[in-house]
């Protein structure tokens, strides 16, 4: 089955563009989480999307946003892009949370990778 | 604040050693721990702890959770060049978020 899909997986941006990231889950996963990650600090949560609501929010400023889509596909918005928001962005989608004590397991899609000039 | 410390941050070894890579961590509401191991880019899942002295294995792989002293260990025998990637360890909250370490590099040389 086809896993995680991530569009676009590079782009340019300048200071004070934005920009609109794209995830399309597996196949019958309705949860999407959203990650940002840099080599200074690792994978950091951003939100989590379940059935088009956000279920779960880091400690991102407003200027991350998010939603989801009846299809359960996600999008995330970056306004007033700075520099230190050059970074791999990952998208992971699950089914739901797990019923037997366990956290979900997340597959990842492949990322997209920002640059901010 | 919820955090995950990985250790050693980079390692390199030569085929056919065994590492032991360190996780601990402070997590309110904890629920799990996690581990994957990420090559180029998509992370991709290794084991699921959730209860603590059970030992997951996989392979070559094995990792081990301790609920009391909060930390586990992934331990990886008779390595290869493939085993050469990021591992990383999460701790997943009650609410499924995860709290991911920064990773240990692995670098296994012929």
């Known amino acids: 089955k086809a896993g995680v899909t991530q569009t676009p997986r590079y782009l340019i941006k300048t200071r004070g563009q934005q920009v609109t990231l794209s995830c399309s889950p597996i196949?019958?996963?309705?949860?999407v989480s959203w990650y940002q990650q840099t080599p200074g600090q690792g994978l950091q949560f951003l939100f989590e999307?379940?059935?088009?609501?956000?279920?779960n929010k880091g400690n991102f400023p407003g200027r991350f946003s998010g939603r989801q889509f009846s299809n359960s596909r996600s999008e995330m918005n970056v306004s007033t892009l700075e520099l230190g928001d050059s970074a791999l962005y990952l998208c992971?989608?699950?089914?739901?949370?797990?019923?037997?004590?366990?956290?979900?397991?997340?597959?990842f899609g492949a990322g997209s990778r920002l640059t901010v000039l | 604040e919820d955090k995950v410390v990985q250790s050693p941050l980079s390692l390199v070894v030569h085929e056919g050693d065994t590492v032991t890579l360190n996780c601990s961590y402070e997590?309110?509401?904890?629920?799990?721990l996690l581990w994957y191991k990420q090559e180029k880019k998509a992370p991709t899942f290794l084991f699921m702890l959730?209860?603590?002295?059970i030992e997951k294995k996989s392979g070559r792989l094995s990792s081990i959770l301790d609920k009391k002293e909060l930390f586990s260990i992934l331990n990886i025998t008779a390595t290869q060049t493939g085993d050469s990637a990021v591992y990383l360890c999460?701790?997943?909250?009650?609410?499924?978020?995860?709290?991911f370490g920064t990773g240990t590099r692995l670098q296994v040389f012929p």
């Open positions: 959730t209860s603590s002295g």
């Open positions: 992971a989608s699950s089914k739901d949370r797990s019923v037997y004590g366990g956290a979900n397991v997340l597959t």
């Open positions: 999307y379940f059935s088009e609501t956000q279920r």
């Open positions: 196949s019958g996963h309705r949860s």
């Open positions: 999460a701790a997943a909250h009650n609410t499924d978020k995860l709290i």
């Open positions: 997590v309110t509401n904890f629920r799990s």
